[in-house]
């Protein structure tokens, strides 16, 4: 998750780049230690947070059992404060809880990894039946099911409920054999959470909070099938939000099927004592929720694939740094994130009320791991001011210049009176490159990062981007169409007058 998130990013900018061408809290809680001074994090956190313009985050940090600090920083919108026990949508953080949910029934022998998953779903099919045939439990969890949203478009809006989500994915259509390839896929997760719904015979929901949410002590988190659903279902569920131009503006989250893949919501306190649980093998205090094997496995990228995504977690290659797990969950108003760092015991917990596609939100929980590893704060990180500043003055000047060369569009088709059609074409169609980039924007994440997201929601993501590419957008194609139109009036024969 963390990769493509990544690359969404890089794309921003490289669509940014392609466009310039075109110009022509509440108070902590934590346990003493002698390792790390919560001081200490509290400051990078605040720094890191601040740096991102965001209107609200929530942290937790945990070290073995002990809660190192929980707090909240800014607003959780309607004039709230962010406390440790506002709520959070975790958007695809939620994959890694239906998959401790998959692995507890794997630990009471109830379903076993290397079945296909149409032993315990029959009516389970898609658009090729061999492979559905051949979809193990196993490759669901570790995304390696050979779907993608190349072939089935997670956001076709029919599916409201688990059943009708497995029935919409009859017509999805496999990139590649199951086992062979990573496509992250929301719907494998979304099929898991039918599969623990009809093992245990009780409501996907109902499931999760006996069975983990109470054990954990988690009392405010909760699961939806909707993202919609899950706004009237958490009464302290902080409100979402867009930056535009590095402001904060509040927006209710879009809509859409989300059992199983990201449907949970909970708050930085339940956080905590989830970290704990999977730091220490599955177990807080006297309670075990999962086995020690099913944690290490949730926490191992299969073998024999090009892949780092576990079950749930990712795993990062070898590098400098320590070894950690991780995992991101982005939605159009909000993300988060969760670390582990195994070797030193510490887990990490970083729940935003908004998103933006350049915010540095994947540095603050970076920051802190770093901390926490006994070295400096990694790097500086990049304000969101600034590059608000920067697209805000993008934007005026490409106003300005578009609209200058439409005053001076006589004088260009004086220069170009004579040139032949053909040479003046490229000129003319760069001028609505940007037009291109708007429509084709889905398509090209999907082919660059694997994605499938609407217009909507790329919107959303980015909103002072989109509105430079419209503003080259709509100015391009005014120039182009009055430039044509002036040239093509002085090119037109005009009318001799002759003596009579």
Not at 104 to 121: E, F, M, N, S, T
Not at 278 to 293: F, H, I, K, T, Y
Request: aromatic content about 6%.
């Amino acid at each position: 998750m963390r990769a493509w998130v990544l690359r969404a990013k890089t794309l921003w900018g490289c669509l940014a780049c392609v466009a310039l061408l075109c110009l022509t809290g509440a108070p902590p809680t934590w346990a003493a230690t002698d390792e790390i001074d919560p001081a200490a994090i509290d400051r990078v956190a605040a720094e890191s947070f601040a740096a991102t313009r965001l209107p609200g985050m929530a942290l937790a940090v945990t070290h073995g059992e002990d809660f190192l600090l929980v707090k909240g920083y800014g607003s959780a919108g309607g004039g709230r404060p962010v406390t440790a026990s506002t709520q959070f949508r975790l958007a695809s953080l939620s994959k890694s809880f239906t998959a401790l949910a998959v692995l507890q029934l794997v630990d009471a022998g109830r379903v076993d990894l290397d079945a296909p998953i149409r032993r315990y779903l029959p009516t389970f099919t898609v658009a090729d039946a061999g492979a559905a045939d051949r979809i193990t439990v196993r490759d669901l969890l570790n995304q390696t099911s050979g779907l993608a949203d190349a072939g089935f478009d997670p956001n076709d809006g029919r599916s409201t409920t688990i059943s009708s989500r497995l029935a919409a994915l009859r017509t999805a259509r496999p990139v590649a054999g199951p086992g062979s390839e990573f496509h992250y896929f929301d719907p494998n997760y979304q099929v898991l959470a039918a599969l623990v719904q009809t093992i245990a015979g009780t409501p996907f929901a109902d499931h999760l909070d006996r069975q983990v949410f109470e054990p954990l002590g988690m009392s405010s988190t909760l699961t939806a099938p909707t993202t919609q659903a899950a706004t009237a279902l958490a009464p302290r569920l902080a409100q979402g939000h867009v930056l535009v131009f590095g402001q904060p503006v509040a927006r209710d989250e879009l809509d859409g099927f989300a059992a199983g893949s990201t449907g949970i919501v909970s708050t930085a306190e339940d956080m905590a004592r989830w970290l704990i649980a999977q730091a220490n093998g599955g177990q807080v205090g006297s309670r075990r929720v999962l086995s020690e094997e099913g944690v290490q496995m949730m926490h191992t990228p299969p073998s024999g694939i090009d892949t780092t995504y576990a079950m749930g977690w990712t795993v990062p290659g070898p590098g400098n740094g320590p070894v950690r797990l991780e995992h991101t969950g982005v939605l159009s108003t909000s993300f988060a994130e969760q670390v582990l760092l195994p070797e030193e015991g510490y887990g990490i917990a970083v729940l935003f009320d908004g998103n933006y596609a350049l915010a540095d939100t994947v540095g603050v929980a970076d920051r802190i791991a770093a901390l926490l590893a006994g070295g400096p704060p990694a790097g500086s990180f990049p304000r969101t001011l600034v590059v608000a500043v920067a697209l805000a003055v993008l934007t005026v000047v490409t106003l300005a210049l578009r609209g200058r060369a439409v005053l001076r569009r006589r004088a260009w088709a004086n220069r170009h009176l004579r040139a032949p059609w053909w040479r003046l074409a490229p000129g003319l169609l760069w001028l609505l490159l940007p037009t291109a980039l708007l429509v084709g924007l889905p398509a090209l994440v999907l082919r660059t990062i694997g994605r499938a997201f609407t217009h909507e929601q790329l919107a959303l993501s980015m909103p002072d981007v989109i509105i430079w590419l419209g503003v080259g957008a709509v100015t391009g194609m005014g120039l182009a169409a009055a430039r044509v139109i002036t040239l093509i009036r002085l090119r037109r024969p005009q009318p001799r007058y002759v003596e009579p």
